[in-house]
Antibody
């Protein structure tokens, strides 16, 4: 059974960089898009972006200049970096395996941007 | 960017009633439309993939149909545990998008 687990700091200061890691177990990373999705408080799901196992990426245009997703298949992990964060980046962040539909999600990690 | 618009935004329904949620895409997405159920403090769960294919172990009361720009998710007979927010999601474009969500409340 495929499992994903997010980890990283839960509190980030404004203007700093948010960094999260997703650990994948129970399956290969090949042939999938490895994605990050977030839900700000009181709002809906927002797609952040993905990295395909081969290394190509796609990012939400509204976040494009601040987002980097990377993959380390040797460790079965992928990561999210979001720079210059503000309070608007406070959200529950989910990692997910995108096989066009998203059948596997992490449990989510609450990240708060505050000084 | 493909915009997905769901209707209604909110629905209050009596158990046993039928629920229909619509998702409209700003351009044709073929059948690349998926539906999720999201409950508070849980991760979203895939219900229907590719417009009409039930995902693993999804109760048969959930069904989907549609193609192109108009899609529907139907719950044939609402159960109390179906209280949740439902989202559509498209994978036709490399820029994935979600609908804004439809909250279903139990009366």
């Amino acid at each position: 059974q495929v499992q994903l687990q997010e980890s990283g700091p839960r509190l980030v200061k404004p203007s700093e960089t948010l960094s999260l890691t997703c650990s994948v177990s129970g399956g290969s990373m090949n042939n999938y898009y490895w994605s990050w999705i977030r839900q700000p408080p009181g709002k809906g799901l927002e797609w952040i972006g993905y990295m395909y196992y081969s290394g190509s990426t796609s990012y939400n245009p509204s976040l494009n200049s601040r987002v980097t997703i990377s993959l380390d298949t040797s460790k079965s992990q992928f990561s999210l970096r979001l720079s210059s964060v503000t309070a608007a980046d406070t959200a529950v962040y989910y990692c997910a395996r995108d096989a066009y539909s998203i059948g596997y999600w992490g449990q989510g990690i609450q990240v708060t941007v505050s000084s | 960017e493909i915009v997905l618009t769901q209707s209604p935004d909110f629905q209050s329904v009596t158990p046993g009633e039928k629920v229909t949620i619509t998702c409209r895409a700003s351009q044709s997405i073929g059948g690349n439309l998926h539906w999720y159920q999201h409950k508070p403090n849980q991760s979203p769960k895939l219900l229907i993939k590719y417009a009409s294919q039930p995902f693993s172990e999804v109760p048969s009361r959930f069904s989907g149909r549609g193609s192109g720009t108009e899609f529907t998710l139907t719950i044939s007979s609402l159960e109390p545990e179906d209280a949740a927010t439902y989202y559509c999601h498209q994978s036709s474009s490399s820029l994935r998008t979600f609908g804004q969500g439809t909250k279903v409340e139990i009366k």
